[in-house]
């Protein structure tokens, strides 16, 4: 009875003027714009929140440059976005920063490193590197006093609260900074806690027992002072290096053997007989990478193989693919043939499951002792698919086609059916056979469509590193070589391995190789799209 009663009385309310109207929208609009204004301010607080983080944890490691850039950025973005004239920057705000962070700076950084001797055994500064051999030669000092130490923790890094025995004063450091006076809480003459820092207690302390026996805190700005260690986190003792370093002369002596090292300006101590004392540090060496990688014969050697295979397999994935698509493009333009649509999916289906996956399961499928194709399809066979250099390079192209060519399918699928049929009509009224019709007429009009997307397979397979990695892992391994390269390795794969595998990663020729790729891909792009302007007239 109610609701008969207030839709009575909705129906008998009397129509809104033009001023209500305009009234209503004027609401609606400034409650739409008021949900705007707290979501940007909702983002803006996030975005200034992790900027504030960065910038506490950029001024603990007093990174000040970083730190500088991003306290302008993040000025510059809630200028930007709390401004209400800078509407066309609010859109291109985030694709800038984007493209600044993940392509400029990452090209910049990745050039630097090419023109520095980064890598194993130098990582570092020349401070820190001194700081971490004199660390590495400590020994406990004999008649070394017992000082009441503290283990605290500040953003994961942790320090020592010591108490000195003779005075009593407090003084806090960690490993790359040494010991200096603070106002620290006492309890019972020992120093416990101060601000800032969090107090370990005795179970954290053996959880992390590890971590704080490495602790090694310089017991002054002089590293042949030596510096106080502990096992226990409740007593430290004085320990000095077995290295003394001469600053005047900068040399590294060793009090042991009385051997003097001396800064080889190659980033690192070395002695008369060339012994080099490890960790150095890092050092500009300007187009050395670039040389050793060209010049070096135990380098030029794989790295010309390396590329030739890495050229012919781009090549050879791209034409196998595209024509095997093609192919099977033109099968299903048949109108007589039935049950497309199973077809199709069963065709695809290689292209839904993830490459990684895939190449995983053909590794295992080709394995030589106890693969499916060896052990079933072919009798207990043991041919080398992927231990063999030449069979290992057909298998990797092999697994690739599978991988490759429905995508080609789809594409050329797509393509062919955007041909007019008028344009077979006219090539058969003129006499043309359906070979000459395809080579004449379809392939160069299909070419002005699939180039660019063929560019970008060529571009995509020559850094193909997922395939290379998870079938050969680039192997078989060349022999003699001085970087860890096989015969299946591509040149973005053997990048990899001489950045992030064995014992001696030296990112500095990595970097150089990356920035070589980069200009290989580059100038074979550039030519190829202006090539494909030629094919554009045909339009």
């Not at 306290?71 to 609010?90: C, D, E, G, H, M």
């Not at 991988?403 to 009509?425: D, H, K, R, S, T």
């Amino acid at each position: 009875m109610t609701d008969t009663l207030s839709t009575a009385t909705d129906e008998k309310a009397p129509p809104q003027t033009p001023r209500q109207r305009s009234a209503a929208r004027m609401a609606d609009a400034a409650g739409g714009r008021l949900r705007w204004i707290v979501l940007k301010i909702v983002m803006l607080a996030i975005v200034d929140a992790v900027a504030l983080y960065a910038v506490f944890v950029l001024f603990l490691h007093n990174e000040w440059l970083v730190l500088t850039l991003v306290t302008a950025v993040t000025i510059l973005v809630n200028w930007i976005y709390f401004s209400r004239k800078q509407i066309p920057a609010k859109y291109l705000t985030p694709g800038i920063i984007l493209l600044v962070v993940f392509q400029i700076f990452t090209l910049s950084y990745t050039a630097y490193i090419g023109l520095t001797n980064y890598g194993t055994g130098h990582n570092g500064s020349k401070d820190q590197a001194i700081a971490s051999l004199m660390r590495s030669s400590l020994v406990r000092v004999e008649d070394s006093p017992t000082f009441d130490v503290t283990v605290v923790e500040r953003v994961g890094e942790l320090g020592l609260l010591v108490t000195d025995p003779t005075d009593g004063e407090a003084s806090l450091g960690t490993n790359q900074k040494p010991l200096e006076p603070v106002d620290a809480t006492m309890e019972g003459g020992k120093a416990v806690a101060v601000d800032g820092w969090t107090t370990l207690t005795f179970a954290d302390v053996l959880e992390r027992s590890n971590e704080v026996e490495e602790l090694a805190v310089p017991y002054t700005d002089d590293p042949n002072d030596g510096a106080i260690r502990t096992q226990d986190g409740q007593k430290g003792y004085l320990y000095t290096s077995t290295l003394v370093y001469d600053e005047a002369a900068d040399t590294m002596t060793d009090t042991t053997t009385g051997t003097v090292y001396t800064d080889d300006g190659e980033g690192a101590f070395t002695s008369a007989s060339g012994e080099q004392l490890l960790p150095g540090w890092q050092v500009f060496v300007g187009f050395d990478n670039f040389v050793r990688a060209l010049t070096d014969t135990s380098i030029r050697g794989p790295l010309l193989a390396v590329t030739a295979w890495t050229f012919v397999f781009a090549i050879v994935s791209v034409a196998t693919t595209f024509f095997l698509g093609l192919l099977l493009a033109m099968l299903f333009q048949n109108k007589r043939m039935r049950f497309k649509n199973g077809y199709r999916i069963m065709l695809i289906l290689p292209y839904a499951f993830p490459a990684f996956l895939s190449a995983l399961i053909w590794a295992g499928m080709m394995n030589k002792s106890f693969g499916f194709i060896n052990q079933v399809l072919l009798g207990g066979a043991e041919i080398g698919w992927l231990t063999d250099p030449w069979i290992s390079k057909f298998s990797v192209l092999l697994v690739n086609l599978w991988l490759g060519f429905p995508y080609m399918f789809l594409v050329c699928m797509g393509a062919l059916q955007g041909i007019p049929e008028e344009v077979n009509e006219a090539g058969v009224m003129d006499g043309a056979s359906p070979w000459q019709i395809f080579r004449r007429i379809k392939l160069p009009l299909l070419l002005v469509t699939v180039t660019p997307l063929l560019i970008a397979s060529f571009a995509f397979n020559f850094n193909n590193f997922n395939l290379i990695y998870m079938l050969t892992g680039g192997g078989p391994r060349f022999e003699d070589t001085a970087i860890p390269a096989g015969h299946t390795d591509l040149l973005i794969s053997m990048v990899y391995k001489v950045a992030f595998t064995g014992q001696n990663r030296d990112y500095g020729l990595a970097s150089a190789f990356t920035i070589l790729i980069f200009i290989v891909v580059a100038v074979i792009a550039v030519i190829s799209f202006r090539k494909t302007k030629a094919l554009e007239e045909l339009n």
